[in-house]
């Protein structure tokens, strides 16, 4: 899987594909992230913390693109 990240949308929505292709629940994926359920939950509806954002901002003005690719 290959998928440009543009928005926190697109971030929250490549890690929500993968965690149900590998049939991982929010709760089980948490533990092993080391983050609570409800901070993925938040990541997965693409409402993620303000540092990532300008990171995606930034690459964005200057014409870099943020993709997710299987190993």
Sequence with gaps: ???????????????RQ???LLGL???TLARRAG?????????ELGKASFDFRRILMVCSSIGLHVS???E
């Excluded at 899987?1 to 890690?15: E, F, V």
């Excluded at 983050?35 to 990541?43: P, Q, T």
């Design 35 to 43: 983050v609570s359920r409800s901070w993925l939950a938040k990541v």
């Design 25 to 27: 629940s929010q709760e």
């Design 68 to 70: 997710v690719d299987d």
């Design 1 to 15: 899987m290959k998928s440009p990240i543009r928005t926190m949308y697109d971030m929250g929505l490549a890690i």
């Design 18 to 20: 993968r965690r149900t």
